[in-house]
């Protein structure tokens, strides 16, 4: 097994099981802490995948920023009474997935897909091409994100304001 | 070099995860964090087609998911603190005025 092959089994496994303890742990800030180890995970897979600055991206926004407010709000209500469990739909939960997967898998095995990457230039999934293809093809849904994230801004402001 | 198809698998097994996580938690923050999961799921099978495929729109995909995550996590975490606000619980259960 070469060493490429070995790095993607190793954050596979360790991929599954931060989102498995994100699923499974009872106590919030835990979950919070396993989102984060997978999201970091998934900033190395993006990095071998030719993706450095989506990686990056990666790192800042989702470890970085989303997961500091998850961490606020968690703060912020305490939620310090653990949750019930309920066995029944534990079990319910764990079937339907089980079926997802079952239908997802076997779909990725039947269809014809590219066993080999492309061959890569350097500039692949650098700044420069990414900025490229966003600011030619994608430079309209580039501004509505923008509004989109405006629109976001003012409506956190407004539902999490206090009323009185 | 590792095929296109682990890589999938992989996005789906934590997909599934994610969805395992929105079904069975009963708390709201968690709810929220296995939806987190689950976009990032479908962003590794994004990066992953871009890479095999030798293409940069997978990425700008990626970019635009990001973006669309951040404000579904803003805007969800104040929904939250609201309904926190007006119940002090966060747990779905408890949440059906609208029920008969």
Known sequence: ??????????????????????????????????????LLLIAVLFVTLQAPMVGVLQVMVYAGAIMVLFLFVIMLLNPAALERQRGLWWGFGAMLAL??????????????????????????????MLAKSLFSDFVLPFE????????????????????? | MIALHYYLILSAVVFAIGVVGVLIRRNLI?????????????????IAFSRYLGSTDG?????????VAAAEAVIGLAIIISVYRHRQSLDPQEMQLLKW
């Open chain 2, 30 to 46: 968690v709810i929220l964090m296995s939806i987190e999961l689950m976009l990032n799921a479908v962003n590794l099978t994004f």
């Open chain 1, 144 to 164: 509505i994100a923008s509004v989109l994230l405006l629109v976001a801004i003012i409506g956190a402001v407004v539902l999490a304001k206090r009323e009185n």
């Open chain 1, 1 to 38: 097994m070469d060493t490429a092959s070995l790095i993607f089994y190793l954050l596979a496994a360790l991929l599954v099981i931060a989102s498995l303890l994100v699923v499974f742990l009872r106590n919030v800030v835990h979950c919070a802490m396993a989102l984060v180890s997978a």
């Open chain 2, 59 to 67: 990425q700008v995909a990626v970019f635009f998911v990001m973006a």
């Open chain 1, 99 to 128: 079926m997802l997967a079952g239908v997802l898998v076997p779909l990725v095995m039947t269809n014809d897909l590219p066993a080999d990457p492309v061959a890569a230039t350097e500039l692949f999934g650098s700044p420069e």
